[in-house]
């Protein structure tokens, strides 16, 4: 009984650190919100070539629309689109084949895996790099949509902006109950933790933020620092590049891509836990980094409002603050905010158990994605 006491007040002193901690974190998102770069609705024509490429295995479900969307690009006069289908077990080149159709623009290209030593995506990816001819290259996964302005608008952005790679964040589709929770949690957490406009600059790898799902990059840029080569064994192969352009001395980072492209990556349970259950584990380092995280979200974000439960001031406090955070991220990138963040500590909870998972199964050997093996 006399240990209760101590307890206590750690718990309370705790209680008390997390909600402090959850409304200065909130306020540093509600400035980053509004420093965040925002591409023009009316952006001028492109000046110069643009290669979009987009690498392609088993999506026959996606690419259509994907591709349509890419065709129906305006304000970009010289423009290719080269598609690699990377050794698919479906008809997504079928369907790119039919799609395309005669369009001038397109190009398929047959892929047949990555070599020893490269993942597939980073492979696909350099492949795609080796074929552009364009200025400015833009990386597009299957599974987005593009508004008719995006092309345009990003490259205006990634110019004006002085900028050597960019990435307009597309506003993430969540339908099921797993993805509410879970995906709002990607544009909230660097709302949330990045100093947007130093990131740009900063050599810190801790400071980056990238979203291979649209990715534009100056091609000069992007061969001085090693192409997707110098990420061939990336999980998170788009934060690597990112990485690997600042530490060439170039500048990039993340922008509003709300208005511009839409991205729906998973659809339901069991696709959300093994996308990331393939790549969480890389996000921090290590198991030491990785459970550091995953305490200070807890003492921060779950811990509060269970002390608000049991009567905490304090716990209430903190608990307000990270759903005015959570709401606020919604709001500014397109997202669902009432009453998805009302469950915010649910969703960090989720993304606990995620993050334990994603290390468990690297630790014994049970990644994988799209039949291929992970590291």
């Known amino acids: 009984m006399s240990g209760r006491g101590p307890v206590r007040r750690a718990l309370r002193a705790l209680t008390r650190a997390g909600s402090a901690a959850a409304v200065v974190l909130t306020a540093h998102s509600l400035l980053n919100a509004r420093s965040l770069r925002t591409p023009s609705v009316e952006p001028a024509p492109v000046d110069g070539r643009v290669s979009v490429l987009l690498p392609v295995r088993d999506e026959e479900e996606r690419v259509g629309a994907c591709l349509v969307a890419l065709l129906d690009q305006v304000g970009v006069p010289d423009c290719e689109v080269l598609v690699l289908d990377d050794a698919s077990t479906d008809r997504t080149a079928e369907v790119v084949a039919a799609v395309g159709g005669t369009d001038p623009r397109v190009r398929l290209l047959r892929g047949d895996g990555p070599p020893d030593g490269w993942l597939g995506k980073p492979h696909a990816c350099a492949t795609l790099a080796a074929a552009a001819t364009g200025e400015v290259l833009v990386f597009v996964d299957a599974d987005v949509v593009l508004a008719p302005h995006a092309l345009a608008a990003g490259v205006e952005?990634?110019?004006?902006?002085?900028?050597?790679?960019?990435?307009?964040?597309?506003?993430?589709?969540?339908?099921?109950?797993?993805?509410?929770?879970?995906?709002?949690?990607?544009?909230?957490?660097?709302?949330?933790?990045?100093?947007?406009?130093?990131?740009?600059?900063?050599?810190?790898?801790?400071?980056?933020?990238?979203?291979?799902?649209?990715?534009?990059?100056?091609?000069?840029?992007?061969?001085?620092?090693?192409?997707?080569?110098?990420?061939?064994?990336?999980?998170?192969?788009?934060?690597?590049?990112?990485?690997?352009?600042?530490?060439?001395?170039?500048?990039?980072?993340?922008?509003?891509?709300?208005?511009?492209?839409?991205?729906?990556?998973?659809?339901?349970?069991?696709?959300?836990?093994?996308?990331?259950?393939?790549?969480?584990?890389?996000?921090?380092?290590?198991?030491?980094?990785?459970?550091?995280?995953?305490?200070?979200?807890?003492?921060?974000?779950?811990?509060?409002?269970?002390?608000?439960?049991?009567?905490?001031?304090?716990g209430a406090a903190g608990y307000v603050a990270a759903v005015v955070g959570r709401y606020a991220a919604a709001e500014r990138t397109g997202g669902r905010s009432l009453p998805d963040s009302l469950g915010h500590p649910a969703s960090v909870v989720l993304l606990i158990g995620l993050l334990a998972d994603s290390w468990w199964r690297h630790r014994h050997g049970g990644l994988s994605w799209k039949g291929r093996a992970l590291p």
Do not use: I
């Not at 660097?190 to 050599?203: K, V, Y």
């Not at 990238?210 to 990715?215: S, T």
């Not at 110098?230 to 509003?256: F, W």
């Open 157 to 314: 952005l990634l110019r004006t902006a002085g900028l050597d790679l960019l990435c307009p964040y597309p506003r993430q589709l969540a339908l099921t109950w797993s993805e509410r929770l879970v995906q709002p949690l990607l544009q909230w957490s660097w709302l949330t933790t990045l100093p947007l406009r130093a990131a740009e600059t900063s050599p810190r790898p801790s400071l980056s933020a990238a979203n291979g799902q649209f990715l534009l990059v100056d091609a000069a840029a992007y061969r001085r620092a090693g192409g997707h080569g110098a990420v061939r064994a990336a999980v998170l192969d788009d934060v690597g590049l990112l990485r690997a352009v600042k530490a060439a001395g170039g500048r990039g980072g993340v922008a509003d891509g709300t208005e511009l492209a839409t991205c729906r990556m998973y659809d339901g349970w069991p696709a959300l836990r093994e996308g990331y259950a393939k790549s969480l584990w890389s996000a921090f380092g290590s198991v030491p980094a990785a459970a550091a995280v995953a305490a200070g979200l807890a003492v921060v974000y779950v811990l509060p409002p269970l002390a608000a439960l049991a009567g905490s001031r304090a």
